[in-house]
């Protein structure tokens, strides 16, 4: 049931590249909640041509944009504001890849220019999206961005690689910008740390099933499936939400909270 939460509103949503991803859960709830978006994602992503049914429910224009290059972030930011017809009340970056993790590249034997390409990727481009945002002035007064994080961030996840040196950047990188756009335009800027979930990005981590299922059995409510996740995202975009910046928010099940539970304890019982 849509509540209107977004109307009126205008945004980028980057990251979506096929049902299963988040962004394109962001992307139908969105729309739904009456708000005007336009989708983003890699050239090389959109080859596969599934965004376009995306944009197609959506009413979205779809603007191709590298994360990685500047000159095609500014081009993304002027293109949007001249298609939705002013600036941006919201933006979401949900974009994630390691070479590294790609191709089976233990942590203890990483190869250095991938990790480059995992550090830009998935976090450096969180910053270059919120310096192109800002020099094309492109984002209004209240406006809230959130980028999607897991976890690793904080605690190791073996498996995850240097994704999770990228996981805690982008947090930080959040952290920082939350406080120049604050100061400058009263924009809030958060990341939501999300259960593992079954995505393109979740499936190629190794051994994925394992921290799918552990996280299942150790989360009081469960693994947060992606349309509560689109759901929390829809919240932070809209105006319940004006005075939360600068957080990592947990949207995990309560996984990052507990302990252990019975579940988990059940296998290590004797009879
Ligand atoms: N799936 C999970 O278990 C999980 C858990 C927590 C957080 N996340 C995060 O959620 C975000 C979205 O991932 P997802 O799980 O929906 O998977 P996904 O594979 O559907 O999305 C990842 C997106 O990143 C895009 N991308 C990669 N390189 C890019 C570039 N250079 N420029 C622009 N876009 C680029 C891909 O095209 C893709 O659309 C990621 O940041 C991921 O780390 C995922």
Redesign the pocket.
């Known amino acids: 049931m849509a509540h209107g939460l977004l109307k009126g509103k205008r945004g980028i949503i ?5 049902e ?4 394109w859960k962001v992307a139908e709830l969105a729309h739904a909640e009456g708000a005007t978006i336009v989708l983003t ?2 050239p090389i ?1 959109m080859r596969m041509g599934e965004i376009n049914k995306l944009a197609e429910a959506t009413n979205a224009l779809v603007i191709g ?4 290059k500047d000159e095609d972030l500014v081009a993304l930011f002027n293109g949007s504001k001249e298609h939705l017809g002013g600036e941006l009340d919201f933006v979401l970056h ?4 390691s070479p590294n993790v790609r191709k089976g590249k233990a942590y203890d034997d990483l190869n250095y220019d991938w990790y480059h390409q995992t550090l830009d ?2 976090a450096m ?1 969180f910053h270059r999206m919120m310096q192109a945002a800002s020099k094309t002035n492109a984002l209004a007064e209240h406006a809230s961005v959130v ?4 976890i690793a961030a904080q605690r190791v996840f073996p498996g995850y690689g240097d ?1 999770a040196d990228a ?1 805690a950047l982008l947090e930080s990188i959040g952290r920082s910008w939350g406080y120049y756009l604050g100061m400058s335009k009263k924009v809030r800027v958060n990341t939501v ?10 499936a190629g981590i190794k051994g994925f099933g394992g921290f799918f299922g552990f996280a299942q059995e150790m989360s009081p409510l469960g693994n947060a499936p ?1 349309e509560d996740c689109a759901a929390y995202c829809i919240s932070l975009f809209s105006d319940l939400t004006r005075y939360v910046t600068m957080q990592n928010l947990f949207h995990d099940g309560g996984f990052s909270s507990s302990g252990v539970t019975p579940k988990v304890m059940d296998h290590f019982m004797g009879e």
Request: charged residues 10%; aromatic residues 2%; without cysteine.
């Open positions: 980057s990251g979506a590249l096929n299963q991803s988040i962004a994602n890699a992503a944009a590298d994360a990685t949900s974009i994630g890849m990727i998935s481009s980028a999607l994080s897991y994704m996981k740390s999300q259960s593992p979930t079954k995505t393109t990005a979740g992606a």
